[in-house]
């Protein structure tokens, strides 16, 4: 398995720009997750998932669209990309309850 | 929202010292969960606890789930610098399909 995968590793936006992160799993989890993590701020939820067709907003969903059509893919996208977004951008996935998360490598972004 | 309190925020230790660290809540919890991130990578689950009073080890390191069910404690023993990393307590939020993380510590080791 490999477990979670998340492109690209790192990318530079120009304010303005969309952009969309890919996040998958094969371990047919039912929940997947995005988080962003900023500097000395912890890890706070974008959006999350429970299953194919399913999504809802976390802490902080502005400037952000999911969308959950297959259980392994869960894509991330930003509109009208800001400086605020330049963050770290992680995706996690669980089986059952919400608790036991499985995370990706991350994806850092940069917005100039 | 729930928040999840952290301390230290960050400390240097000896290789070959123990460790303590810690995380409160401000509301009950009926699961704790601990998190380490390495350098670079995403955070990986250590050890869940489930009840309360619980303690639970996983190699050198000890969690335990606080009688109050608003506090949590991880221990790490003989620190090595592979420990190095950010540590992160979380607990359920939202019934049980989110979890909310605390702001990590943060831990060097000196070799």
């Known amino acids: 398995n490999a477990g979670v995968t998340q492109t690209p590793k790192f990318r530079i936006l120009k304010i303005g720009q969309s952009m969309t992160l890919q996040c998958a799993q094969d371990?047919?989890?039912?929940?997947m997750y995005w988080y962003r993590q900023d500097p000395g701020m912890g890890l706070k939820l974008i959006y999350y998932?429970?299953?194919?067709?399913?999504?809802d907003k976390g802490e902080v969903p502005n400037g952000y669209n999911v969308s959950r059509s297959t259980t392994e893919d869960f894509p991330l996208r930003l509109e009208l990309a800001a400086p605020s977004q330049t963050s770290v951008y992680f995706c996690?996935?669980?089986?059952?309850?919400?608790?036991?998360?499985?995370f990706g490598p991350g994806t850092r972004l940069t917005v100039t | 929202g729930q928040q999840l309190n952290q301390s230290p925020q960050s400390m240097f230790i000896q290789e070959g010292e123990d460790v303590s660290m810690n995380c409160t809540s401000s509301?009950?919890?009926?699961?704790w969960l601990w998190y380490k991130q390495d350098p670079g990578e995403g955070p990986v689950l250590l050890i869940a606890?489930?009840?309360?009073?619980e303690l639970t080890s996983n190699g050198r390191l000890t969690a335990q789930f606080g009688i109050t069910r608003k506090d949590s404690f991880l221990n790490i023993s003989a620190s090595i610098p592979s420990d190095v990393g950010i540590y992160f307590c979380?607990?359920?939020?939202?019934?049980?399909?989110?979890?909310?993380f605390g702001i990590g510590t943060k831990l060097q080791v000196i070799p």
């Open positions: 606890l489930y009840k309360a009073g």
């Open positions: 371990m047919n989890h039912n929940y």
């Open positions: 998932s429970v299953g194919a067709g399913i999504t």
């Open positions: 979380a607990g359920p939020s939202g019934g049980y399909q989110k979890v909310t």
């Open positions: 509301s009950i919890f009926n699961t």
């Open positions: 996690a996935s669980s089986y059952n309850l919400g608790y036991e998360q499985y």
